[in-house]
T-cell receptor, first 114, second 117 residues
């Protein structure tokens, strides 16, 4: 079955520390990968995506994620987090042949503390 | 500015009544819109795909007679929760996918918080 696993439901971290939010998906020949972010009391926003090409993708606010086909992972990283990064982060996957439907992870709550 | 709007943002209703939620694509025409449901501290669950000019496609386990979807125009889709019950209380979100050959970005509405008393 097609599935997305976010291993950590909550990640507390201190400001300026590095962080990694993990995302694994069930194996498939072709996938498109997304990270969405939901800030408190706001709607979902696209953070970054992998469609094709370079396996390392970056966002405008310093996050990056690397598509690892052999490990079926798309972990999200940031070398130094800010208080403003506190949010819920969702990994989502579109499996080829699944039209534009996304399969979602359960989300990871990132809490950045001073 | 917002690409997708939803109305209302919050609604409280009595059990047994029906509630209509609107989703509007503000910047571009949308032949397809998605309706999601999000429970507290949980991920999004796709309920149905709204198709302009044809019937909605419902996900397994979603009652089509309870959650009526009408894609009235290329910029508007509505979700009507009929005979709402407390277990229908949830956060309902619509999204509009960017058109194109590849699955790509979805623009999400701000969501509608439904509380059924």
């Amino acid at each position: 079955a097609q599935s997305v696993t976010q291993l950590d439901s909550q990640v507390p971290v201190f400001e300026e520390a590095p962080v990694e939010l993990r995302c694994n998906y069930s194996s498939s020949v072709s996938v498109y990968l997304f990270w969405y972010v939901q800030y408190p009391n706001q709607g979902l926003q696209l953070l970054l995506k992998y469609l094709s090409g370079s396996t390392l993708v970056e966002s405008i606010n310093g996050f990056e994620a690397e598509f690892n086909k052999s490990q079926t992972s798309f972990h999200l990283r940031k070398p130094s987090v800010h208080i403003s990064d506190t949010a819920e982060y969702f990994c989502a996957v579109n499996y080829a042949g699944n039209n534009r439907k996304l399969i979602w992870g359960l989300g990871t709550s990132l809490a950045v503390n001073p | 500015g917002a690409v997708v709007s939803q109305h209302p943002s919050r609604v409280i209703c009595k059990s047994g009544t029906s509630v209509k939620i609107e989703c509007r694509s503000l910047d571009f025409q949308a032949t397809t819109m998605f309706w999601y449901r999000q429970f507290p501290k949980q991920s999004l669950m796709l309920m149905a795909t709204s198709n302009e000019g044809s019937k909605a496609t419902y996900e397994q386990g979603v009652e089509k007679d309870k959650f009526l979807i009408n894609h009235a125009s290329l910029t508007l889709s509505t979700l009507t929760v009929t005979s709402a019950h407390p277990e229908d209380s949830s956060f309902y979100i619509c999204s509009v996918p960017v058109t194109g050959g590849l699955p790509d970005t979805q623009y999400f509405g701000p969501g509608t918080r439904l509380t059924v008393l």
